[in-house]
T-cell receptor
Framework: KNQVEQSPQSLIILEGKNCTLQ??????????LRWYKQDTGRGPVSLTI?????NTKSNRRYTATLDADTKQSSLHITASQLSDSASYIC????????????????FGGGTRVLVKP | NAGVTQTPKFQVLKTGQSMTLQCAQD?????MSWYRQDPGMGLRLIHY???????DQGEVPNGYNVSRSTTEDFPLRLLSAAPSQTSVYFC???????????FGPGTRLTVT
């Protein structure tokens, strides 16, 4: 069964500090992995996508890594800001095996980040 | 582009009532889906559609119906509301099922 596990469930950090979120998956066959940011009361928004051949990708102060061998990804937030307070969701997509394949996404439970001044 | 829109934003129902949550997208996406999000449980797929006239069940379909008569609209119907359906509901669309999902702002539903 395809699964995505995220850790920690929640964390509190001081403004300006760094933090790293983890995502372990057992989705097969793997297509891509996305990190979404969900602000309170809003829908999730994509931060970055990682494909099989990519190890590291940065988007402003967010850096995602992917190790396809160990099936692990991380999201590193540098110099955190109050606006980084949100839930971060790891979503793994399975490769399309048949035409018009339906649901291919497996969602992690999310990590809730609270940045304090 | 408005993206993905959902109405209403908030709704309170009594047990046994029925209602329809509306979802529309203007990006010409083929794939649309409905999720519910409960505290500590993450997003769970209710129903999805890979194109007009085609729908399928997700992880938690019981108590919900969907239809897809147009590419733009994907309404979710609660047939007989139960307190267990108290949740936040998100509609999403994408070019195909594995692509970036564009989420609506959500509907917060309370069933008393």
């Amino acid at each position: 069964k395809n699964q995505v596990e995220q850790s920690p469930q929640s964390l509190i950090i001081l403004e300006g500090k760094n933090c790293t979120l983890q995502c372990n998956y057992t989705v097969s066959p793997f297509s891509n992995l996305r990190w979404y940011k969900q602000d309170t009361g809003r829908g999730p928004v994509s931060l970055t996508i990682m494909t099989f051949s990519e190890n590291t990708k940065s988007n402003r102060r967010y850096t995602a890594t992917l190790d396809a061998d160990t099936k692990q990804s991380s999201l590193h937030i540098t110099a955190s800001q109050l606006s980084d307070s949100a839930s971060y969701i790891c979503v793994v997509s399975a490769a399309e095996m048949i035409k018009a394949a339906g649901n291919k996404l497996t969602f992690g439970g999310g990590t809730r980040v609270l940045v304090k001044p | 582009n408005a993206g993905v829109t959902q109405t209403p934003k908030f709704q309170v129902l009594k047990t046994g009532q029925s209602m329809t949550l509306q979802c529309a997208q203007d990006m010409n996406h083929e794939y649309m889906s409905w999720y519910r999000q409960d505290p500590g449980m993450g997003l769970r797929l209710i129903h999805y559609s890979v194109g007009a006239g085609i729908t399928d069940q997700g992880e938690v379909p019981n108590g919900y119906n969907v239809s897809r008569s147009t590419t733009e609209d994907f309404p979710l119907r609660l047939l007989s509301a139960a307190p267990s359906q108290t949740s936040v509901y998100f509609c999403a669309s994408s070019y195909n099922g594995g692509d970036e999902q564009y989420f609506g702002p959500g509907t917060r539903l309370t069933v008393t």
